[in-house]
């Protein structure tokens, strides 16, 4: 596209509140790590120092899994505002963010200048991972067709310097949420490549290659954003009801957990009112013992302190 225009930041609706949850392995359990009702957050990463990176209001913040502080805003000169696409470099050290100029930037996360990615090439690019050696992106790139934005969304790699541009899938999809395994032969990702179905997307994973494309999920929901553990034996994914159409928000939502390669038998971890904002982006602790995501519960008019869900 030659102009494109900004997309609007996301609010929270009347009585809405934003939740930070921790989903925690051993226990099952969740607890709240920070709420807000005036600030709608979005997509945790977890850091190495036991830090959350969100974004919200098109600033990027960081506030610790413990919940003794509220969000700090991330002092990031000359960056765009971002949206719900970032990840963290290995290290921890980097933040790679997808901003609202339909770019990929990258900034220290402790603060810094900004620096773009990608270049100008006619795609607007999501990022959605990063490979374990820290050297390549994965994204998806929109290639829109007049007022059909998603008439191409197709997985592809980048460098962290913004070369070596390739397109692991070929087929207009959609396809999304592309992350890689831990130990860097897979891809995982979520498309609509195997249903006849608008919006019906299923997980799929492919070799950075792009060869050895296979189908992992094949049930009624609509399953988007798997994001494998670090320890490699887990996988969990947002599952949306049958018939949804694209990743929106505000909808009765599932957490699924897949425990080694057994797709056939996901366990729902939690239930929760949520789904664009949830999970876009890997937010595993480093060791693997949880997982951080955010639901948007409505609260009634009658009690304040009684979500509706």
Known sequence: MSETTEAPQRVLAPRQSARIRIWSRDTGSTHTVFESTERLFEAPNWTRDDRLLVNGDGDLWTLPTDGSEAPTRV??????????????????ATVYASAND?????????????RRVTPDDGGLHFLHGISPDGATLGYVRLDPEGDNWWASATIHTISTEGTDDVAITTHPGPADG?????????????????????GHAQIARIRPDGTGLEQLTSDDRVNWFPHPAPTDDVTVYLSYPAGTTGHPA?????????????????ETIVILAGG?????????????SAFAFVDYPIFSDRNDSEPTE
């Not at 505002?81 to 290995?90: F, K």
């Not at 592309?178 to 608008?198: H, R």
């Not at 939502?253 to 996901?266: A, C, F, K, Q, T």
């Open 75 to 92: 002092a990031a000169s000359e960056l765009p505002e971002v949206n719900n696409d970032h990840v963290l470099s290995p290290d921890g």
């Open 102 to 114: 339909w770019h990929i930037w990258t900034v220290p996360l402790d603060g810094g200048t900004a």
């Open 178 to 198: 592309c992350e890689w395994s831990p130990d860097g032969q897979w891809i995982y990702f979520n498309t609509e490549q195997f249903s006849e179905t608008a």
């Open 250 to 266: 505000d909808l009765p939502v599932e957490l699924r957990l897949v425990r080694g390669d057994d797709w056939s038998r996901p």
């Open 276 to 288: 664009q904002g949830t999970i876009n982006v890997p937010s595993w602790a480093p060791d693997g």
